[in-house]
């Protein structure tokens, strides 16, 4: 079978074999030379070709020249002695990017009433074995194949995903990074994004983020952490050569604690951390957060769902406040595993100190696609920025307009300045020598939402100088509600969002003028999350969404708006689940053939209705379920969002 259909998060994904590749894990050493593999394994009959390593997997990718030779390779290389794993390597939905290689082990969570014994016996069916439990999935673990196993984990994880006992099973999965830069040699000597004068060609006056506003209370603060997650770090540099900067450094590419670019091209963190967190040491350049701490986290150029998992716990268990991400998936089509989701999640809602949550933020990306749709007959699925706790940041250039290369879509949260033709290009550390982008030990042009997202981190950062009890859904709330409406003619802003610049360009004057309370606006005690969902509600079936309210507040008041696509709403159901069980239901059943469904139900107009949550803690799971009741008709779950006041 070359092709296999799998539920991975809430979306169907076919499986296709890579016709000339695949990846070797060996049972000691690695196979990460042509030489290594033919002394581990004995010589393929076959050419082959050593293409990558998937370093935090200890996996090796190979290509075969004649693609009629894959087979009887790879059975030859499973005979070895040495050899642990041989598997083939899957396309995802034919996106661009591919060359997701199945790593032996699985994510299986089984429904909560089956038991002990029940879970024991699918285990041995299958031949899996249990590595460990997920607390931030209930009734979840990770567990591996071993020789009972008859079959991949695809193949297995296709035939779990059809049994009444369980919940989810995916297989995990490593996957090549695209780290979201658009590297470039124009010179640029001066930092626009922070202060624009528009005083030469390609800068409008305004087009930045406020940073002196915001710098007359703050410049950040040691108590606060930055984690930059990406491909590596020139950590004697001066700009964060400095005393106290730089906490718990860590590399997962090769598997020490030294962060230090490692290949020939590992250049793109150095400028990342140079946006957010450059010191102010009168040289140089300065990032947005000066004087927050450095967490510098070292990726390997190959994601699994265990290697996402490992990178967001280190940060968890190590403290950061803030987690930036300038990449995502090689392929365009890539929905989150549950553990992928369910990390991420962990860390957004819980990670912080006192459990407030990190911020998480992703670079949108810089293929002009949207997030979640098509393109060109292409599907764009771009799991990480689509997480409902993540802040996906998009790109506007010096002139305050649209990158053209930023990624867009309902689920974008924001914008920041960076680069895009004709506009000007970013400033910031570079690693130093030869191999850096350029000679010197800064680059004049860094771009891309790779250089949006870490401006958005500082800032983030210098919200939580101030205020470091915020919670991150509180941090994300503040930076969208203070953001400007740029290009309105252009950005097609509907209820303050735009596809191509979400909540609008982040202002950090005014964000921080918010959290000190010397703004025309004052901090809210009003908190309101929104997930943009965009999920198909299944013919006479039911999804489920969760927005999780991190505040240990009651519930003074209660606001809920739903947003849902139908063609028949007479068909639906809605009903609202608070944290502590107790059942509000939204919608049963009304409206007849009308189309569509687009409500905000109040507790100050409808007490009644909401009698059982209001005086009760707001802390924890919200959930949304959408029940399609009768045949035929289907529709889409948009939106979905809750207000709470308290205090």
Same mark, same amino acid.
């Given at each position: 079978m070359d092709e296999i259909k799998l539920k991975r998060g809430s979306r169907d994904v076919i499986f296709r074999k890579l016709p000339h590749h695949f990846a070797v894990r060996l049972k000691q050493g690695k196979a990460s030379s042509d030489a290594a593999l033919e002394s581990a394994c004995g010589a393929p009959k076959a050419e082959t070709h050593h293409i990558d390593s998937a370093t935090v997997e200890k996996m090796d990718v190979f290509a075969?020249?004649?693609?009629?030779?894959?087979?009887?390779?790879?059975?030859?290389?499973?005979?070895?002695?040495?050899?642990?794993?041989?598997?083939?390597?899957?396309?995802?939905?034919? $996106? !661009?990017?591919? /060359?997701?290689?199945?790593? +032996?082990?699985?994510?299986?969570?089984?429904?909560?009433?089956?038991?002990?014994?029940?879970?024991?016996?699918?285990?041995?069916?299958?031949?899996?074995?249990?590595?460990?439990?997920?607390?931030?999935?209930?009734?979840?673990?990770?567990? *591996?194949?071993?020789?009972?196993? $008859?079959?991949?984990?695809?193949?297995?994880?296709?035939?779990? #995903?059809?049994?009444?006992?369980?919940?989810?099973?995916?297989?995990?999965?490593?996957?090549?990074?695209?780290?979201?830069?658009?590297?470039?040699?124009?010179?640029? !000597? #001066?930092?626009?994004?922070?202060?624009? *004068?528009?005083?030469?060609? +390609?800068?409008?006056?305004?087009?930045?983020?406020?940073?002196?506003?915001?710098?007359?209370? $703050? *410049?950040?603060?040691?108590?606060?952490?930055?984690?930059?997650?990406?491909? +590596?770090?020139?950590?004697?540099?001066?700009?964060?050569?400095?005393? /106290?900067?730089?906490?718990?450094?860590?590399?997962?590419?090769?598997?020490?604690?030294?962060?230090?670019?490692?290949?020939?091209?590992?250049?793109?963190?150095?400028?990342?951390?140079?946006?957010?967190?450059?010191?102010?040491?009168?040289?140089?350049?300065?990032?947005?957060?000066?004087?927050?701490?450095?967490?510098?986290?070292?990726?390997?150029?190959?994601?699994?769902d265990e290697s996402i998992k490992t990178l967001f716990q280190y940060a968890i268990d190590h403290h950061a406040d803030v987690i930036s991400c300038s990449w995502s998936a090689g392929a365009w089509n890539f929905p989150l595993s549950a553990k992928m989701h369910g990390i991420i999640r962990k860390a957004a809602t819980q990670g912080r100190r006192n459990g407030r949550g990190c911020v998480v933020l992703f670079a949108a990306g810089n293929e002009s696609r949207p997030l979640d749709g098509e393109k060109d007959g292409q599907v764009s699925h771009q799991g990480f920025a689509m997480h409902p706790n993540v802040m996906a940041v998009g790109a506007s250039n010096s002139l305050d307009k649209h990158s053209s290369y930023s990624n867009f879509g309902p689920e974008l949260a924001f914008c920041a300045p960076s680069s895009g033709s004709p506009g000007r290009r970013i400033v910031t550390t570079d690693r130093r020598g030869v191999r850096g982008y350029s000679a010197d030990d800064y680059t004049l042009g860094f771009g891309g939402t790779s250089s949006a997202t870490p401006l958005a981190a500082g800032l983030a950062g210098l919200i939580l100088a101030l205020d470091p009890d915020l919670g991150s859904a509180e941090v994300k709330r503040i930076m969208m509600d203070t953001a400007d409406k740029i290009d309105e003619s252009n950005g097609d802003y509907t209820e303050g969002h735009s596809p191509l610049y979400g909540h609008g360009r982040i202002n950090a004057g005014r964000a921080v003028g918010l959290v000190t309370g010397e703004s025309e606006a004052r901090l809210p005690r009003v908190l309101y999350m929104e997930h943009r969902v965009n999920r198909s509600i299944p013919d006479q079936g039911e999804i489920d969404d969760i927005i999780t309210f991190p505040l240990e507040v009651d519930c003074r008041e209660l606001e809920v708006n739903v947003q849902i696509r139908h063609t028949w709403r007479g068909d639906l159901r809605v009903l609202l689940m608070s944290p502590q069980g107790a059942e509000i239901l939204l919608v049963d059943r009304t409206g007849g053939s009308q189309d569509d469904i687009t409500l905000s139900l109040r507790s100050s107009d409808d007490p009644g209705l909401f009698s059982t949550v209001l005086g009760a803690s707001a802390s924890g799971e919200w959930r949304l379920r959408v029940m399609d009741m009768a045949r035929q008709d289907v529709g889409v779950l948009a939106r979905w969002g809750l207000a709470v006041t308290y205090g």
């Open positions: 075969v020249r004649d693609a009629n030779q894959l087979e009887g390779t790879m059975d030859e290389l499973r005979k070895a002695p040495l050899s642990d794993v041989v598997t083939h390597l899957y396309a995802l939905d034919d $996106t !661009p990017g591919g /060359g997701a290689i199945p790593t +032996g082990t699985m994510t299986l969570q089984f429904k909560s009433d089956v038991s002990r014994e029940e879970r024991e016996r699918v285990l041995e069916t299958f031949g899996l074995e249990v590595l460990e439990e997920l607390d931030f999935l209930p009734n979840g673990y990770t567990v *591996r194949l071993t020789d009972a196993s $008859t079959e991949n984990p695809l193949k297995i994880a296709a035939k779990l #995903q059809s049994r009444p006992e369980i919940e989810v099973a995916e297989p995990d999965l490593s996957v090549q990074i695209s780290f979201k830069h658009i590297p470039a040699d124009t010179l640029y !000597p #001066q930092q626009w994004h922070l202060k624009n *004068r528009g005083d030469r060609i +390609g800068l409008t006056a305004g087009a930045d983020v406020k940073a002196e506003e915001a710098w007359d209370h $703050t *410049r950040g603060s040691r108590d606060i952490v930055i984690c930059i997650m990406d491909d +590596g770090f020139d950590l004697e540099h001066s700009d964060f050569q400095v005393s /106290g900067k730089i906490v718990a450094p860590r590399d997962f590419g090769d598997e020490d604690f030294d962060p230090s670019p490692g290949l020939e091209d590992d250049n793109h963190g150095t400028a990342c951390a140079g946006v957010a967190i450059a010191e102010e040491n009168g040289g140089g350049v300065v990032g947005l957060a000066p004087r927050c701490a450095f967490m510098p986290i070292r990726t390997s150029r190959w994601i699994s």
